[in-house]
């Protein structure tokens, strides 16, 4: 069973495009379990138009991106878990190609190549991984300059078990299960574009742009990662990083 974990916020400019492109390849007993964090546009009546029995919707109260995921999350209950922003679109084929791909390579976190667009799809960079990818990375490097996209992942369930609940004050949910996942599972890379991955003005990430926060913040907040990063891993009784596969 797959599970994909989307959070919503005033999305509804791109948020047909995107829900379209993974019911698509859902199969009727897979998941998608929506999470939206008090939207005051037409996201939430959206979602509802579709009135299809694998939609699981539930509301969060204006608590971020991190927490907003968290409560999509905690939710799911497939074997295999994907995240989803609102605005991307996915490419045909994408959820069967990752899920054969962690399966032969006996994986429990894999990540595939995306497509940098503009708000309407025109490609800015593609691929978006070329000679660097987050697994010729260390998880310290990563942590410097995360590698990882959310939006490119698929996880098992025993990956989310491992790093649920979220730690608080988390601000990003994906460099948070991608840096415990390389430090202790098996992590795996797929050199395929399945995603197109939208840039526009009200993007969250800063991904194919420069970060505006302060110095002070992201060395705070590095140091706030990597202190949860050990009492997570002294509590889940791991001793270590396991064999990585490219």
Same mark, same amino acid.
């Given at each position: 069973?797959?599970?994909?974990?989307?959070?919503?916020?005033?999305? *509804?400019?791109?948020?047909?495009?995107?829900? &379209?492109?993974?019911?698509?390849?859902?199969?009727?007993?897979?998941e @998608?379990?929506?999470?939206?964090?008090?939207?005051s546009?037409?996201?939430? *009546?959206?979602?509802? $138009?579709?009135? &299809?029995?694998?939609?699981? /919707?539930?509301?969060? +109260?204006?608590?971020? =991106?991190a927490?907003?995921?968290e409560?999509?999350?905690? +939710?799911?209950?497939?074997? /295999?878990? !994907?995240?989803?922003? +609102?605005?991307?679109?996915? @490419?045909?084929?994408?959820?069967?190609?990752?899920?054969? /791909?962690?399966?032969?390579?006996?994986? &429990? %976190?894999?990540?595939?190549?995306?497509?940098?667009?503009?708000?309407e @799809?025109?490609?800015?960079?593609?691929?978006? !991984? &070329? #000679?660097?990818?987050?697994?010729?990375?260390?998880?310290?490097?990563?942590?410097?300059?995360?590698?990882?996209?959310?939006?490119?992942?698929?996880?098992?369930?025993? %990956?989310?078990?491992?790093?649920?609940?979220?730690?608080?004050?988390?601000?990003?949910?994906?460099?948070?299960?991608?840096?415990?996942?390389?430090?202790?599972?098996?992590?795996?890379?797929?050199?395929?574009?399945?995603?197109?991955?939208?840039?526009?003005?009200? $993007?969250? #990430?800063? $991904?194919g742009?420069?970060?505006?926060?302060?110095?002070? !913040?992201?060395?705070k907040?590095?140091?706030?990662? @990597?202190?949860?990063?050990?009492?997570?891993s002294?509590?889940?009784? /791991?001793?270590?990083?396991? =064999?990585?596969?490219?």
């Open positions: 069973m797959i599970s994909v974990c989307m959070a919503t916020f005033n999305g *509804e400019r791109y948020l047909k495009e995107q829900l &379209d492109s993974i019911l698509s390849q859902l199969g009727d007993e897979d @998608l379990i929506v999470s939206d964090d008090g939207s546009d037409k996201t939430q *009546e959206i979602i509802h $138009t579709y009135e &299809d029995k694998r939609i699981r /919707f539930f509301h969060n +109260q204006r608590k971020g =991106i927490n907003n995921f409560n999509a999350l905690s +939710q799911a209950r497939g074997d /295999f878990i !994907f995240l989803a922003d +609102q605005d991307d679109v996915w @490419l045909a084929g994408k959820l069967d190609k990752m899920v054969e /791909f962690l399966e032969k390579e006996s994986l &429990d %976190v894999a990540m595939c190549n995306c497509a940098l667009v503009d708000q @799809l025109n490609i800015i960079k593609s691929p978006h !991984f &070329d #000679s660097e990818w987050p697994m010729k990375r260390t998880l310290l490097s990563n942590l410097y300059k995360n590698a990882w996209l959310g939006c490119c992942m698929v996880l098992r369930s025993s %990956v989310l078990k491992a790093t649920m609940p979220f730690p608080k004050g988390l601000v990003a949910h994906d460099l948070w299960l991608a840096l415990y996942a390389q430090w202790h599972f098996r992590t795996g890379y797929m050199d395929e574009v399945l995603v197109l991955y939208r840039r526009h003005d009200n $993007t969250v #990430s800063f $991904t742009s420069v970060s505006t926060n302060a110095l002070s !913040f992201k060395l907040y590095r140091l706030h990662l @990597l202190y949860h990063l050990i009492g997570r002294l509590k889940n009784s /791991f001793s270590g990083p396991v =064999i990585k596969y490219g």
